[in-house]
C-alpha cells in the first residue's frame, strides 16, 4: 500500500503533525459498531506491541470503499488513534440512510460507540486534549461517481458521460435523479451564476477528483466511574475564508479538533441561504472535499431540510470503574466463593448420609423444533398460515383477538385464500407499530407489533404450540405465542424468521416511501393549480403553476418519491397492486431496478399474491383501510394520511371559511379531485402560504412541504400599507398592474406564473351601481378589493365593459405608480384621492364618481365643454385616455420594448382617426378628447386652454414611455 503522509508545523506548540489513514477495513452498513470495533482491534494491538512498521506500510490514500482509521503521527514513533474516515460505496444507494426523522448524521454514534468500548475498556492509545478528554473526528465522504450526481455536486465539474460505466465496473443506476441544484449553493460569492464554464474557470485549479464531505466531531470523557460522549457535525462556515484554493489537510484537521460545540454561534451562518458547499478541503491521494452543510441520503438526496436542523448527539451514559475497584470486586467476590463451597460442602457431607427416597427427574422442556425453511420443514405451510394470520389483523381492527383463527388450537374455520394481494396489509401492520404507535396488548403487561404479532403467531402454529414459546394467558381460550421469544431472545430465537422479518421491513419501508408520495401527489393536485398539459409550453396558467410548484414540492426527494408523486398527481390512487403504483409517468426510466431488493426475499413475493385476483381495492384504499382500522382515540395519525382520510371520505373538515392575506378566501377542498379544486392561481397560493390563518390539516401539510423551497412572489414590488390609500388589498393589485404592464419590474418577476391569472382576479368588470344621489355602492370590501373604473359609458345608462389596461391606467394613477418624471405624473399633481375617488366616503377603494377624472371625462364627453373648459380638467381626461393605450403597448409581449414609443404613438393615430361610436365601444376615455387629438380639428383650433392641457398630458405620457423604455431593467430585480 502507498502511504500519503501530509506535515504541518505548528509554531505554537514546536510539534510536526501528520495524518495517516489506515485501512480499509470492512464496513457494512447494517452491523456499524462490530465493523469499527475490529478495526480499532487491529490498530490497538499494532499500537500496544510497538508495531509502528505494520501502521506505515498500511497507511493509504482512502481511495477504496471501506473504513479507514485516522491516525495523528507526532513524532518519529509516537502515534495515536484520531478518528474514523468513511469512504462510500455503491451499497450505501440501498443500505443508506432515507433522511427523515434523522437529526444527525448517520454512522458517527455507531463508530463513537465502537471507539467507547474499544478505548476505554481495551485501553487503546489515543491523543487526548488539554483537558483530558478524547476529540475524535468521524469523516463521512461520498466519492465523486457519487457526489456528481447528488443533490450537493461538488461546483465546477464536467457532466459525467451518460453511457459511461458505473464505478466498480457495475451497471449505471441511471434510475437515479440529481434535485434542483439551487437548493445548494456554494460558499463563494463571486462565482458566476448560471454560466457552468465560467464556474469550471474558477475552480481550474482543484483536482477534477472532488468528493462531498460531512466532518463531524466526538467528545469523549472518563471520569473513572462514568463514560459520556457526545458529538455535532462541524459547520462548513469554519473552513470557509472565500478562496477556490484547497485548504491543507493538517490545518483543517487540527480546527475541527480543537473547535467546540459552543462556539458553533459565532461562526457565521447564513441559514436563509439553505444548505451550501465550502471552501474545497485538501484529501489524502490527490482529491478534495467539499464540506457539505447536510449530509446525503441514499437517494443522494441533501439531509437535513435546513442546516439548522442538524442538532447534537449523545452517547449512552456508561457505568464503569477503574481496574483496581474491579480487582478488589474480583478478590471479594472469590473469597466469598471459597467461604460459600466450603460451608456448601459440609452442609452437603450431612445431607448425603441421610437416607431419602429417590425421585424421578422432571422431563426436560422440549427445545424449539428444527427450522428447515422458516418455522417449518414445508414452506408454503408457513405461507399459508401467515397470509392468514396477516388478514384477520388487517380486517379485524380492535378485535383482533376474538377466538382462535386460522392455525391456532381450537379454530373451528379456516380462511379461504383466494391468492389475493397482502403486500399493502402487512405493510399497514409495520406503520401501524412505527408510525400510529398502535400495538397489540396480548397481556396486561406484554405488547407487540401487529406485524411481529402475525409473524410469531404463524411460526407457533406451524411448529406445534412449543411449551418454551407459549405465552401464558389467563381464562381466554386462544392460546399465544411470546413474539419476543421467537425474534428477540438469543437462545428461543428462530433465525430463519429473524431474517425474514428483516426482509419484510425493508421492503416496506420502500412501501411506505411510496404510499405516501402518492398520497402526497394527490393531496398537492386537489390544492394547488390544474392539469398539466403533455408540454410546458401548452401549460395553462393553472398547470404552469402546478407544475413549478411541484418542483419545488420535490426539493430532496429521491426519484422514487418523484415517480410516485407525479403519478399521484397526475392519475389519482387507481392502481390494484404494488407494481404498478408508479410505473404510469414518462419519468420512470427502468421500473425493474426499483424492486430488485424487495424480489429477493420469497415471501414478499408469496405476499404480492396472484395478479387479478382477489381484492379489487386499490392499493392505496387497502393500505388506508387495513392501517387505520380502528376507533381508538390515542391511535397517533401523522397530518398527511389524516388529509387522505378526510378527502377520502368526501367530509373533509369543518374549519369553516378561512381567510389569509390580503382578505383572500383560502379554498378547502373536500374531496379529491386532482383537477385542482384550491389555490388556481399564484395570488390564491401566496395568500394562503404567507399566512398563519387555520385551514386544515391539507393546508398545514403542504405548507409544511413548501416551506423551505417556495418563495411568495406578492407582493410583487414591495411592502404594502396596511393602514394606507388605497386599501391594502387594492394597493396589491396596483402592484399587480404595474408588473403585468411593465411600468415596474416585481422583486420576483421572473418567478410570476399566473400573470393573466391574478390580474383577472383583481380586475372587475361588473356595472358599478350607484344610488339615487349618484354615489357609488361600496363594493368588495372585506375581501381583495377590486380594481375598477368609475365610470364608463357607450350611451347614458348603457355600461361598456373596460379593457384590463384601461381599469390599471387609472388604478396606478391613482396610486402614483406611474413613472416618476418631473413635475408628476399627472399635470396639476394631484393627490391619488383626489384624482380617483373614493367609492364610499371613507371607504379606502378607489373609483368613485367624486374623483376629478370621473366628473370631468362624463362632461367632454357629451359635449358639456361650457363647465370644464379649464386645462387642468382636459388634462386629467388626457392622462387617463393616453395612459390606457400606454398600458396596450407595454403590456403586449409581441411588441419590442425598444418600439414602445413608436407604437403607441401609431396606436393614438389610430384611435384619433376612429368615429365616435367606434371610440365610444373601445375606448370610451379618449371619447372626451377625440377632437382634440389631431390639432387640424376645429374645437382644438378655437378652446386653445383644453388643447394645452391634453398636449401637457400627452408630453408627459412620451416622457414616462421613454423612460421605462431605458430605465426600467428587463429581468427580475426590480428598478
Known amino acids: 500500500m502507498v502511504m500519503t503522509e501530509h506535515r504541518y508545523a505548528d509554531e505554537f506548540l514546536g510539534r510536526i503533525v501528520s495524518y495517516q489513514l489506515v485501512g480499509p477495513y470492512v464496513f457494512d452498513i447494517k452491523t456499524v459498531v462490530a465493523c469499527g470495533r475490529a478495526a480499532l482491534a487491529h490498530v490497538g494491538e499494532a499500537l500496544r506491541t510497538g508495531n509502528v512498521a505494520e501502521l506505515i506500510d498500511q497507511a493509504v490514500t482512502g481511495t477504496d470503499p471501506g473504513l479507514y482509521v485516522c491516525l495523528e503521527h507526532d513524532g518519529d514513533d509516537d502515534y495515536s488513534i484520531a478518528g474514523f474516515w468513511i469512504v462510500q460505496s455503491v451499497d450505501y444507494l440501498a443500505l443508506g440512510p432515507a433522511g427523515p426523522p434523522d437529526r444527525v448524521p448517520p454512522f458517527v454514534q455507531d463508530l463513537l460507540d465502537a471507539a467507547t468500548e474499544e478505548v476505554w475498556w481495551q485501553s487503546l492509545k489515543v491523543s487526548l486534549a488539554a483537558d483530558g478528554s478524547w476529540r475524535p473526528v468521524v469523516l463521512l465522504e461520498w466519492p465523486s461517481y457519487l457526489a456528481n450526481r447528488s443533490a450537493a455536486a461538488p461546483p465546477g465539474v464536467p457532466f459525467d458521460d451518460p453511457g459511461a460505466e458505473f464505478h466498480g465496473g457495475s451497471e449505471r443506476e441511471t434510475w437515479l435523479e440529481s434535485v434542483d441544484g439551487a437548493q445548494v449553493a456554494p460558499a463563494q460569492s463571486d462565482i458566476p451564476s448560471g454560466d457552468f464554464e465560467k464556474e469550471y474557470d474558477h475552480y481550474a485549479g482543484v483536482p477534477d477528483a472532488r468528493s462531498v464531505i460531512v466532518l463531524a466531531r466526538g467528545t469523549l470523557t472518563h471520569d473513572g466511574r462514568l463514560h459520556r460522549g457526545s458529538f455535532f457535525m462541524v459547520p462548513p462556515e469554519l473552513f470557509d475564508d472565500g478562496t477556490t484554493s484547497p485548504k491543507p489537510l493538517e490545518e483543517w484537521m487540527d480546527e475541527a479538533r480543537e473547535f467546540i460545540a459552543e462556539d458553533m454561534e459565532a461562526v457565521d451562518r447564513d441559514e436563509e441561504q439553505g444548505h451550501k458547499l465550502g471552501r474545497p478541503l485538501q484529501l489524502p491521494g490527490g482529491r478534495v472535499g467539499f464540506h457539505a452543510s447536510g449530509w446525503l441520503t441514499k437517494g443522494l438526496g441533501i439531509w437535513p431540510a435546513r442546516p439548522d436542523d442538524v442538532a447534537i448527539g449523545y452517547l449512552t451514559d456508561r457505568v464503569v470503574q477503574q481496574k483496581w475497584i474491579s480487582q478488589a470486586r474480583l478478590a471479594a467476590a472469590s473469597s466469598l466463593l471459597v467461604l460459600t463451597t466450603v460451608l456448601s460442602f459440609t452442609a452437603g457431607v450431612r445431607w448425603l448420609s441421610e437416607p431419602t427416597p429417590e425421585e424421578i427427574a422432571p422431563p426436560p422442556a422440549p427445545a424449539a423444533q428444527p427450522s428447515m425453511s422458516v418455522c417449518s420443514a414445508e414452506y408454503q405451510e408457513f405461507v399459508d398460515e401467515f397470509r392468514c394470520q396477516i388478514a384477520h389483523l388487517a380486517s379485524a381492527g380492535d378485535n383482533y383477538d376474538v377466538g382462535p383463527v386460522c392455525g391456532d388450537k381450537g379454530a373451528t374455520s379456516r380462511w379461504e385464500d383466494d391468492g389475493r394481494d397482502l403486500q399493502a396489509e402487512f405493510c399497514a401492520l409495520v406503520a401501524r407499530g412505527e408510525e400510529d404507535k398502535w400495538i397489540a396488548g396480548l397481556t396486561p403487561s406484554v405488547n407487540s407489533s401487529f406485524a411481529d404479532f402475525a409473524a410469531s403467531q404463524a411460526c407457533f402454529n406451524v411448529l406445534g404450540h412449543p411449551q418454551p414459546y407459549t405465552l401464558v394467558r389467563s381464562g381466554e381460550a386462544r392460546r399465544l405465542g411470546r413474539p419476543s421469544s421467537f425474534i428477540e431472545d438469543p437462545e428461543l430465537g428462530i433465525q430463519p424468521l429473524i431474517q425474514l422479518r428483516q426482509e419484510l421491513l425493508e421492503s416496506c419501508e420502500v412501501y411506505r416511501e411510496r404510499t405516501d408520495s402518492m398520497v402526497a401527489g394527490g393531496i398537492f393536485a386537489t390544492h394547488v393549480g390544474g392539469p398539466m398539459a403533455r408540454s410546458p409550453e401548452n401549460d395553462s396558467g393553472a398547470g404552469a403553476l402546478r407544475r413549478e410548484i411541484a418542483s419545488k414540492a420535490l426539493v430532496g426527494a429521491t426519484a422514487d418519491t418523484r415517480t410516485c408523486f407525479h403519478r399521484g398527481m397526475e392519475a389519482g390512487f387507481d392502481a390494484a397492486r404494488y407494481e404498478g403504483m408508479c410505473l404510469d409517468t414518462a419519468e420512470v426510466v427502468d421500473p425493474d431496478r426499483m424492486d430488485v431488493k424487495a424480489a429477493r426475499s420469497k415471501m414478499w413475493v408469496k405476499l404480492g399474491g396472484e395478479p387479478g385476483v382477489g381484492d379489487r381495492r386499490s392499493v392505496i384504499r387497502r393500505y388506508a383501510d387495513a392501517r387505520f382500522n380502528t376507533d381508538r382515540n390515542d391511535v397517533k395519525v401523522d397530518d398527511l394520511w389524516q388529509c387522505h382520510l378526510g378527502l377520502e371520505s368526501g367530509k373533509g373538515f369543518d374549519v369553516g371559511r378561512p381567510v389569509g392575506s390580503w382578505d383572500i378566501a383560502i379554498p378547502v377542498p373536500e374531496a379529491y379531485d386532482i383537477r385542482g379544486k384550491g389555490a388556481r392561481t399564484q395570488l390564491t397560493l401566496d395568500a394562503v402560504t404567507s399566512s398563519e390563518s387555520e385551514a386544515g390539516i391539507c393546508w398545514s401539510v403542504l405548507r409544511q412541504r413548501l416551506e423551505s423551497s417556495y418563495q411568495e412572489v406578492h407582493p410583487l414590488l414591495g411592502d404594502l400599507e396596511p393602514d394606507g390609500w388605497p386599501s391594502a388589498e387594492q394597493q396589491l393589485c396596483g402592484q399587480i398592474c404595474?408588473?403585468?404592464?411593465?411600468?415596474?419590474?416585481?422583486?420576483?418577476?421572473?418567478?410570476?406564473?399566473?400573470?393573466?391569472?391574478?390580474?383577472?382576479?383583481?380586475?372587475?368588470?361588473?356595472?358599478?351601481?350607484?344610488?339615487?344621489?349618484?354615489?357609488?355602492?361600496?363594493?368588495?370590501?372585506?375581501?381583495?378589493?377590486?380594481?375598477r373604473l368609475p365610470w364608463s359609458y357607450r350611451r347614458r345608462d348603457d355600461w361598456t365593459p373596460p379593457m384590463q389596461s384601461q381599469v390599471c391606467a387609472f388604478n396606478l394613477v391613482a396610486q402614483n405608480l406611474m413613472p416618476e418624471i418631473e413635475g408628476g405624473y399627472t399635470v396639476a399633481a394631484l393627490e391619488g384621492k383626489e384624482f380617483a375617488g373614493e367609492t364610499e366616503k371613507g371607504s379606502r377603494i378607489a373609483g368613485g364618481m367624486d374623483g376629478q377624472a370621473a366628473r370631468y371625462v362624463e362632461g367632454l364627453s357629451f359635449g358639456r365643454l361650457s363647465a370644464i373648459k379649464s386645462q387642468e380638467a382636459c388634462a386629467n381626461v388626457a392622462t387617463q385616455c393616453y395612459s390606457s393605450l400606454m398600458l396596450e403597448i407595454t403590456g403586449n409581449e409581441d411588441i419590442e420594448r425598444y418600439r414602445w414609443r413608436e407604437a403607441w404613438t401609431e396606436k393614438v393615430e389610430e384611435v384619433a382617426k376612429m368615429r365616435r361610436s367606434e371610440m365610444l365601444d373601445s375606448n370610451p376615455w379618449c371619447v372626451g378628447i377625440r377632437d382634440y387629438m389631431d390639432a387640424g380639428r376645429e374645437p382644438a383650433q378655437l378652446d386653445t386652454t383644453c388643447y394645452v392641457g391634453i398636449m401637457e398630458a400627452r408630453k408627459k405620457t412620451i416622457e414616462a414611455i421613454e423612460y421605462l423604455q431605458t430605465e426600467v431593467v428587463a429581468s427580475n430585480g426590480g428598478e
Open 738 to 787: 404595474a408588473s403585468r404592464f411593465n411600468v415596474k419590474l416585481g422583486i420576483n418577476h421572473e418567478a410570476w406564473i399566473t400573470r393573466e391569472e391574478d390580474l383577472a382576479q383583481c380586475v372587475s368588470g361588473t356595472e358599478p351601481r350607484t344610488d339615487s344621489a349618484g354615489r357609488g355602492e361600496r363594493i368588495g370590501a372585506g375581501r381583495l378589493d377590486k380594481l
